[in-house]
């Protein structure tokens, strides 16, 4: 930005098409927060407002109304929405998890604290309630069919069952998918913005009595909630907050009046930014020359950017991990950018990411295991099979898995949505020495595990275009089973910190429930019992040497026919 800008009101005659031109200078352009978009829908009919501010405008007035001092709990959420209370506590857990600062009261509210002692701000949730409209980009087809077929399978232990499958799953099996590219989804998500924001500009905005032409006008605190979608550069590496950015709030004095600023001047001066950040864009990515991807939001038009698959790179504010096949990889904080990780793609592995971040999504993976730190927002798993994921998070949503299993250590319930098959849920189940310290870090309480109470919702999505076909009416998603306690063992993970950690974790911070620790407690006496025996065997030296090579021979077959073989080797490399 230019510091010679001076602070204008709406009389100022500093023009958009300028204010964008010292926008650029610095090359730092607008663009759309993505965690709203990523981590803040919901499959909530009553949520969804397709007439823009018809509905909206109405329901703005009654949330004041109910609210005090323009903050509101989740019984007048539910109240005026008209849904559950189970409903409006899943929208402020969900609102807390995409605001953009952490110093608002309910981010920083304890789990138990939030849509009670603490409500959300009116004019945040409006702006949480209006993108709920939005229209996700629809996944690409990889470019490397060959490369999919090595790891996706063209049979299923699923496809016997196609013929009895419901339209919707009919749709959503036809074919494997992959996430859009990063550059595909940010510009799409900036597109929709552009197309809405006179409306989202009029549900922000006050009404000046007495003045004909220009009668809404934007204040310094009403503009900063455009702050929920926009943001200039990466948060946490020279990005620039919203009402510094503009050139009619820039450095405000908060001891003079508030500055009020004309709608119209602050739209204009918001879609110029967008066009030029869409155009700066287009630039740098080339379409490619089979055209133009598809599109959630018709709408919107869009180029299906040309982007490479990359492994643990990452952008400004995004670490990947993508593709990894037949292998283990281990991430640590110093080798990851930004505050979030997506994991994609990735197949027959074991992936370790032991870091504190604020959100991470895992997509497309099949025979994986996933280990993920302390992750302080949300974390989202979608259109995964046959993977387990072990987890310390705030918040879990689960969409579109088959055959996963989920070691979760979670403060809110964990979220089910979509299609679903054979799901499992058990209690945390591991530690690494730096645990602890990055839980705090990010705000998780591990004396709260709410692992055992998923909340499952409408199995379409009516944010996604190709699991939302016409004619197709909803039903509740498959919901998860608590996974046997039998069935659940302990994940070790190497010490990889050595003493990096003043007070290393020793111990999985979230107290087993009693059935697990049972059935822990009666196999590791079982297993004593077993050591005891054989020990006790008045066996001859050969006898015995006999008996260990046929042990070392079983585990040796084990270690091959489960593929852990490939971990060993991988691990010892690191």
């Not at 946490?236 to 503009?246: E, H, I, K, R």
């Not at 077993?530 to 040497?545: H, M, S, T, V």
Request: include cysteine.
């Amino acid at each position: 930005m230019n510091d010679e800008v001076e602070p204008s009101t709406s009389s100022s005659p500093t023009t958009p098409a300028a204010a964008a031109t010292a926008a650029m200078k610095d090359q730092i352009f607008i663009r759309a927060r993505k965690e709203p978009f990523e981590h803040g829908l919901l499959p909530i009919s009553k949520l969804i407002f397709s007439d823009g501010t018809a509905t909206l405008g109405p329901l703005k007035e009654k949330l004041i109304e109910r609210s005090s001092s323009l903050r509101i709990d989740a019984e007048g959420v539910a109240e005026v929405l008209q849904i559950s209370i189970d409903n409006a506590g899943l929208v402020l857990d969900t609102l807390t998890a995409v605001l953009p600062s952490d110093s608002d009261p309910l981010v920083a509210a304890k789990p138990d604290e939030i849509g009670g002692v603490v409500g959300a701000d009116v004019y945040d949730l409006i702006l949480f309630l209006y993108i709920q409209s939005y229209r996700r980009l629809l996944p690409r087809s990889h470019k490397d069919s060959a490369a999919v077929a090595d790891v996706w399978p063209s049979t299923s232990v699923f496809d016997g069952y196609l013929s009895a499958l419901s339209p919707l799953q009919l749709v959503r099996s036809n074919s494997r998918r992959f996430m859009p590219s990063q550059v595909d989804e940010e510009a799409h998500q900036l597109s929709y913005l552009q197309k809405h924001l006179a409306n989202v500009l009029s549900l922000l905005a006050e009404s000046v009595e007495g003045e004909e032409e220009e009668s809404l006008v934007m204040t310094l605190e009403r503009f900063e909630r455009l702050g929920f979608l926009f943001q200039f550069g990466e948060k946490g590496s020279n990005g620039v907050p919203l009402s510094q950015a503009a050139p009619f709030f820039a450095n405000s004095d908060p001891d003079m009046p508030a500055v009020h600023v004309s709608a119209t001047q602050v739209h204009d001066w918001i879609l110029q930014n967008i066009t030029a950040a869409l155009e700066h864009t287009a630039e740098r990515v080339p379409p490619k020359e089979n055209g133009p991807s598809s599109i959630g939001d018709q709408d919107v038009s869009m180029t299906d950017a040309s982007t490479s698959s990359f492994k643990g790179s990452g952008t400004k504010s995004i670490s990947f991990i993508e593709g990894i096949s037949k292998a283990s990889l281990v991430k640590k904080a110093s080798d990851l950018k930004g505050s979030s990780v997506k994991v994609l793609n990735c197949h027959d592995s074991v992936i370790y990411v032991l870091a504190p971040l604020r959100y991470a999504t895992v997509y497309g993976c099949s025979d994986a295991t996933i280990v993920l730190g302390a992750i302080g927002k949300a974390v989202r798993v979608e259109h995964c099979e046959r993977v387990q994921v072990a987890v310390a998070a705030r918040r879990i949503c689960i969409a579109n898995c088959r055959e996963c299993v989920f070691y979760l250590g979670v403060n809110q319930r964990p979220l089910i949505l979509g299609d679903n098959h054979k799901l499992q849920v058990a209690p945390y189940n591991t530690f690494y020495s730096q645990l602890e310290e990055h839980m705090t870090q990010v705000g998780i309480d591990a004396s709260i595990n709410r692992w055992n109470e998923p909340l499952a919702l409408g199995m379409v999505d009516p944010h996604d275009s190709l699991s939302h076909p016409a004619g197709v009416s909803d039903s509740q998603a498959e919901s998860a089973a608590c996974l046997d306690p039998d069935q659940f063992t302990n994940f070790l993970i190497p010490n990889w910190f050595g003493g990096d950690s003043a007070n290393p974790t020793t111990l999985n911070p979230f107290p087993l429930p009693e059935a697990y620790m049972t059935s822990q407690q009666k196999n590791h006496q079982s297993l004593g019992e077993i050591k005891q025996a054989l020990r006790d065997l008045q066996l001859e030296e050969n006898r015995k040497r006999e008996i260990s090579s046929a042990l070392h021979v079983y585990f040796k077959d084990w270690l091959y026919a489960s593929g852990n073989v490939r971990q060993l080797y991988c691990l010892q490399g690191d």
